[in-house]
């Protein structure tokens, strides 16, 4: 089969493209690109340029270029951006063990509405995804779903922070990364060592940094708002300790760090240092963390309970400038759905945990609006980037991956957003395609958001 | 007549319903006084008492003072209840409710439970201590108590010494006192009061010498045991010495200072027996002006409109 996205404004920041053309799609792979008077196809491509007759659009039916009409279907894309399919390098699928949550099935399915065409689940499930077995339970149920799942294996068994996992077998058969999300590795050998033995396979550590003795049982933000509410507080400290101390090992090691949802201004800071020095380090926040302060917990709302918790504005400053200054690499949902019953309990005792994938393109392009971004860097740090952190540009060595992704380049995948930045859209949570309704984002009007999302070749609405 | 069905926390209560509630509680003190205590004002109501948090004092309170208005009163204690066979919250507040409850006197170790359940019921909830967010019923009660023996509380310097960080109590306090135009200073070690509350207008004190220096008020909280060890202070012994209330220490004060604590004490930990007993302590008086304010409290609260 074959599509036409026609008159879009196509955005492929691993190519340098921008401005409006035409994507041809063949059998689940990017065919070639039309970029008004230039072009970018495959050398084996058998259509022909279409330059001598710019008034007619090319791929259009009649066939000009070869094309059969029955096996061709046409978007018009005029006024869209078209955009490498997003990648969301850190979300909680649920499956196997907490299917009240989430399933792999209804995750994708949130994510392909929310214009992800690629996610990465964390290993928090039941079984935990620490052994071969589950992170192949995980891609047989994949095949289910409506877009690419990689797994992100436990650093260590259990999430006991005590031994290293199989990362080569777990590898082998399809893990892209590892992370103890959650539950931060706190012995620091342990994590010494991680980040040294994954060198061996080329993959990152994505680390929750989280002091947890400083942490203990805090359930919010600490400062003078949590004395207020007399709930337990998490001060910044906790997480740049421990930013600080990954970065140094990142350092001793080579290893290749990448430190999960910044959510102060003290990371931001540490990162930058880290960067400017030359560590390999790379770092992903998630929306809430720029787009609501501690104030979205003031009533006690639990669905703004999140961990590492919603911070001020100050560091909501920080972050933006991060983003905007290249220190943050990525922009990830932090996808954490949970049941309504477990939602609607004591502040104390509810999860924390935002369901994300059908709010952050819209929460995101916000910054596009504001001039944080431009929309070239909004799909570097939704696809480009996080393709590169897990080596998804070039074809992997797991069966799983059909091609590079994070791309519009002839012969990848053909992941492909097409997003309307215009249109304004109110979140209804109850609507959700995600089990998990719980956000705190209920109501808000977003503007910009996935009209279509192409995922391997496979055409999804998304309103 | 206030203007919420609930009562959350001092923190939402305006300055003329602080007032409002301290005026009804003077009408109702004299009613204790009488020889017939009771009236027949909520005659038909009915009280529940839902504590998830081991009380006797302020539950015992909260049902005399039930009673003294002649209304029906419930005590739905936690290890008797269906909360150990797994219910939540919400559904044992809704079944309460559904027994015909009124008014629901909240108790629960997590700050918050009160504010979520008011969401949830069309019932008064009433919040007798959250976690280490409030306990608006113990605030109102003292404020009553200093307003009687002081005349006033504008411009009075009071003190809170001890553990302000996880008492609720002094949070309700902090918030009421300063509503009504008092000046506040906090004393206790360093672990025990947080820094934030000095950006609020609060005078922070490490020392109790230097913090008691001519007050009016001296409010002594009780030093929790179970913190001894985990960082806050090493012993009860070290605390006693650096934060205890001796009579020494009381002689800075202005000479008609008084005494307070909410109870239970820990006679010669954080207030010497001399002082608890002493012609300064008004510690038992407080325990009667409770009565009257949470008799006032439901009073206002039947009046509310829906």
């Known amino acids: ?463 | 007549m206030l203007d919420n069905k609930d009562l959350l926390g001092i923190k939402e209560l305006s300055v003329e319903n602080i007032n409002l509630i301290l005026d009804t509680a003077a009408g109702f003190k004299d009613v204790l006084g009488r020889d017939i205590k009771k009236v027949p004002t909520l005659r038909g109501k009915t009280a529940v008492n839902l504590f998830f948090e081991p009380s006797t004092r302020t539950r015992t309170s909260f049902e005399l003072a039930a009673k003294r208005l002649s209304t029906d009163v419930i005590n739905f204690s936690v290890p008797t209840s269906s909360v150990v066979k797994g219910e939540s919250l919400i559904d044992t507040a809704l079944t309460v409710q559904a027994l015909g409850a009124d008014f629901i006197i909240i108790r629960h170790s997590s700050a918050g439970v009160p504010h979520l359940l008011a969401k949830k019921l069309r019932a008064s909830v009433i919040n007798a201590g959250d976690g280490t967010n409030e306990h608006p019923t113990q605030a109102l009660l003292d404020a009553f108590t200093i307003r009687e023996k002081k005349g006033r509380i504008e411009g009075l310097d009071i003190a809170l010494v001890g553990d302000i960080i996880h008492s609720r109590v002094a949070k309700s306090n902090i918030y009421g006192l300063t509503k009504l135009g008092a000046k506040v200073r906090l004393i206790g070690p360093p672990t025990l009061i947080p820094r934030e509350m000095e950006g609020i207008g609060i005078v922070v004190f490490h020392s109790i010498e230097e913090g008691l220096k001519d007050v009016d008020v001296v409010m002594m909280l009780r030093i929790q045991m179970e913190r001894q060890g985990k960082g806050f202070f090493p012993s009860t012994e070290e605390y006693s010495k650096n934060w205890g209330l001796t009579l020494e220490r009381l002689s800075l004060a202005k000479d008609d200072a008084i005494v307070m604590h909410p109870g239970p004490m820990n006679r010669g930990i954080e207030i010497s027996s001399e002082i608890a007993d002493g012609p300064r302590s008004v510690i038992l008086e407080q325990v009667t002006n409770g009565l009257a304010v949470r008799m006032a409290v439901m009073y206002l609260l039947a009046g509310v409109k829906r």
């Open chain 1, 1 to 463: 089969m074959k599509v036409v996205i026609q008159k879009g404004h196509i955005i492929d920041p691993s190519q340098g493209i921008d401005g409006i053309g035409d994507v041809l799609i063949e059998d689940g792979k990017i065919k070639e690109i039309k970029i008004q008077n230039t072009e970018v196809r495959s050398q084996k491509s058998e259509i022909r340029s279409q330059k001598s007759n710019p008034p007619t659009p090319p791929f259009s039916k009649g066939g000009r270029g070869g094309i059969k009409d029955s096996e061709l279907r046409t978007i018009n894309a005029e006024g869209m951006f078209v955009i490498p399919g997003l990648i969301d390098m850190h979300v909680h699928l649920r499956e196997p063990g907490f299917e009240y949550k989430e399933t792999i099935k209804t995750g994708t399915a949130a994510a392909i509405r929310g214009g992800f065409t690629t996610v990465c689940c964390m290993p928090n499930t039941f079984p935990i995804n620490d052994n071969a077995s589950v992170t192949e339970f995980i891609i047989r149920k994949s095949l289910d779903g409506l877009c690419t799942v990689l797994p992100i294996g436990a650093i260590t068994k259990v999430q006991e922070g005590k031994e290293l996992v199989e990362m080569g077998t777990m590898k082998d058969e399809g893990c892209i990364a590892f992370s103890d999300d959650g539950l931060p590795v706190m012995n620091s050998l342990i994590m010494r060592r991680a980040l040294e033995y994954s060198k061996a396979f080329g993959l990152p550590i994505i680390s929750h940094c989280e002091d947890l003795t400083l942490s203990e049982d805090g359930v919010m933000n600490e400062g003078l708002l949590s004395i207020t509410l007399g709930l337990r507080g998490i001060p910044a400290e906790s997480e740049q300790i421990m930013v600080f101390r990954d970065i140094l090992l990142a350092e001793l090691t080579g290893g290749k760090l990448h430190i999960a949802h910044v959510s102060t201004k003290g990371s931001v800071k540490l990162i930058r240092n880290a960067k400017t020095r030359g560590v390999n380090v790379t770092a992903e926040t998630c929306p809430h963390y720029f787009s609501l302060t501690e104030d979205a917990v003031k009533n006690y709302d639990t669905n703004a309970k999140v961990n590492p918790p919603l911070r001020t504005k100050k560091d909501i400053e920080a972050i933006k400038e991060g983003l905007k200054d290249g220190t943050i690499d990525v922009i990830a949902t932090d996808h954490a759905p949970h049941h309504r019953d477990e939602k609607l309990k004591e502040f104390d005792l509810a999860p924390s945990g935002i369901s994300g994938l059908e709010t952050a393109l819209g929460l995101s392009l916000k910054l596009v609006d504001e001039g944080v971004l431009t929309i070239n860097q909004l799909a570097e740090k939704m696809s480009l980037n996080p393709a590169r952190i897990l080596g998804l540009l070039t074809p992997h060595l797991s069966s799983l991956i059909t091609g590079p992704k994070g791309t519009l380049a002839v012969g990848s995948d053909a992941d492909i957003t097409i997003l309307d930045t215009e249109k304004e859209v109110t979140v209804e949570a109850s609507k959700f395609l995600s089990k998990g309704k719980n956000t705190p984002f209920d109501g808000w009007v977003l503007k910009g958001a996935p009209l279509i999302t192409i995922s391997k070749g496979r055409i999804h609405e998304c309103q």
